[in-house]
Structure formats: C-alpha cells, structure tokens
C-alpha cells in the first residue's frame, strides 16, 4: 500500500515536470523579439557584415551563410533553411569570435535579421 502511494507520487511529480517543461518550451516558441538594434547602431563590423549580406557577399568566413537550426528557439518559428548565418568580425580575435548576424528569408532581401553579441543566448532585431 505505501509502495502503491509513493509510486503515485512519483508519477504525478514526473508529469508535473513534464508539462512545465512543455509549456515552457511552447513559450520560448511563441514569444516574439521585442529587443531591436537600429542598424546604425552596430559596431562597425556588423554594419560592414550587414552590407555584405545585401551584396551576397563575398563573405570573408567559409561558413558564413550556412543554414542556422535555431535550436535555441529564441527567433520565431520558421521552416529548416529559412534562417542563414553570417560572422560578424570581432577586433582581436583568433576566431570567429562570438558575434553573429542571423537573417530569415531570401539571401540578399531578408524579411528580417537579428544580431547576437553573445553566440546566440539572446538576439536583438535590426530595424533601420
């Protein structure tokens, strides 16, 4: 009988932490962007990959326009492929650095791009 109870317990606990965690991720899913960066507003290196983009390059990283998963799930929702990233240049770095801007949609007019400082923790819209 108490093992019947504590199993009972155990189970409800289980699926408690189960539906948060769903309705946790269904709100990363769902909550917009409300953070923006005016575009004059990016380090210089960041408007410079910016321009790049609306070229369609050269870009000076070999992995510079590779399909972004958006694992985070931190921009809205959208179709594997439709996000692409490109390196923004980090003074005195030996690497790419940890700066990148994200755009979703055609190559060189994007609906939209975002700009992370931080490897993508968070992410800011580029508005003009």
């Known amino acids: 009988m108490v093992l019947r109870?504590?199993?009972?317990?155990?189970?409800?606990g289980?699926?408690?932490?189960?539906?948060?965690?769903?309705?946790?991720?269904q709100a990363r899913e769902q909550t917009p962007i409300s953070a923006t960066v005016a575009l004059n507003q990016l380090p210089a290196q960041g408007l410079e990959?910016?321009?790049l983009i609306?070229?369609?390059?050269?870009?000076?990283?070999?992995k510079d326009g590779v399909v972004f998963g958006n694992r985070e799930?931190?921009?809205?929702?959208?179709?594997?492929?439709?996000?692409r990233e490109y390196t923004v240049k980090t003074p005195?770095?030996?690497?790419?650095g940890a700066r990148r801007i994200v755009c979703g949609?055609?190559?060189?007019?994007?609906?939209?791009?975002?700009?992370?400082?931080?490897?993508?923790?968070?992410?800011?819209?580029?508005v003009p």
């Open 105 to 126: 949609g055609p190559s060189t007019a994007p609906d939209a791009c975002y700009y992370t400082a931080d490897h993508y923790a968070s992410f800011r819209k580029i």
């Open 73 to 83: 799930r931190l921009l809205p929702a959208a179709k594997r492929g439709y996000y």
């Open 49 to 51: 990959t910016y321009q």
């Open 54 to 62: 609306r070229q369609g390059g050269p870009f000076p990283y070999e």
């Open 5 to 12: 109870g504590v199993l009972k317990l155990v189970l409800t």
């Open 92 to 96: 005195r770095s030996r690497d790419r």
């Open 14 to 25: 289980f699926l408690l932490v189960l539906t948060l965690a769903w309705g946790g991720a």
